[in-house]
């Protein structure tokens, strides 16, 4: 059966890449704006009965969302009978709930629109809170792109030198992305946690953490003492919770540190602050266009479709 394969403008390189992973044909898409700030659209091609459209919504993520909602759209309408959406980085996503009064559930409507374009499945990956795909009633999956993270470190770096890094998760809530590529790499890992001491006293400290259940070895500040650390995490934005991390790292003697994560935002100059702060390198996924996106997932997302 053919398959289509149709890049957003958000995501053509990767679509590229996945066509080419895949052997499927990739589909050319006209788009451009009219004077007025509307959006044209053309799908150039015969279409298949099942067509896989790959769009980042991150930013601009107004015009992005539209572009991708129209490309859907026109396909179902053109005949395709399943239309596969991937969303590498997924906009708005992060307000899966009401925090304060009278908000926007964003993530739940963003939801609502790309089912009712006429999407049949969905796939993202790393999205912040996977409680989000509950508010589809088509298939949804959330993808890790740790693998790829933690292949491209080894092949590029450890494998070269016999190396063992220190991965290190800037706060608790991303030590299982930390876990997921230390035990690839077969290294270890821990996390940073504020401990408030008082009313207006708050210390950042290193976890320790028991390396595996066999073992009386134990990872801590010690630890990082003239290692390789790797800062890993889902998003990076303002880059604030990451510099806070390098700082503590730098502080108790780690050699170098570089800083990875799939979906590299980036927004008010966080990766120069990054890198003022002392990082080697930073290392994100192509889910977003960036200088810092280094780790391809194409294959990941290949593999995906092919399941």
Do not use: W
Request: hydrophobic residues 40%; contains cysteine.
């Amino acid at each position: 059966m053919i398959i289509l394969i149709i890049g957003g403008s958000a995501s053509q390189d990767l679509a590229a890449h996945v066509a080419r992973e895949l052997g499927e044909e990739l589909v050319y898409v006209e788009t451009r704006k009219f004077p007025d700030g509307e959006r044209y659209l053309r799908i150039d091609a015969d279409i298949a009965d099942e067509v896989t459209v790959i769009q980042s919504t991150g930013y601009p993520q107004d015009e992005n969302l539209m572009e991708l909602l129209f490309i859907i759209s026109n396909l179902k309408d053109l005949g395709a009978k399943k239309v596969r959406v991937v969303v590498p980085y997924m906009g708005y996503a992060r307000q899966e709930k009401r925090f304060n009064p009278g908000e926007t559930i964003s993530a739940q409507i963003i939801c609502n629109l790309i089912q009712a374009a006429g999407a049949d499945e969905f796939i993202t990956f790393n999205i912040h809170e996977e409680c989000v795909l509950n508010f589809f009633d088509i298939p949804a999956r959330n993808i890790s792109a740790m693998p790829a993270i933690a292949e491209y470190l080894d092949k590029k770096y450890f494998k070269k030198t016999n190396e063992k890094p220190l991965i290190i998760a800037p706060d608790k809530g991303a030590y299982g992305f930390a876990q997921e590529i230390s035990e690839i790499i077969g290294c270890d890992c821990t996390y940073i946690t504020k401990v408030r001491l008082g009313p207006d006293k708050v210390e950042t400290k290193i976890v320790d953490v028991r390396c595996d259940s066999e073992s009386e070895n134990t990872v801590n500040v010690d630890s990082v003492k003239g290692m390789h650390a790797v800062i890993v995490d889902d998003i990076i934005a303002t880059g604030g919770t990451i510099v806070n991390a390098i700082n503590i790292l730098k502080q108790y003697g780690a050699k170098s540190v570089d800083v990875c994560c799939v979906h590299p935002i980036l927004t008010n100059n966080g990766a120069t602050r990054i890198y003022a702060a002392g990082a080697n390198k930073i290392i994100g996924t192509n889910s977003l266009s960036s200088d810092t996106s280094r780790v391809s997932i194409a294959k990941s997302i290949a593999d995906a479709l092919r399941d």
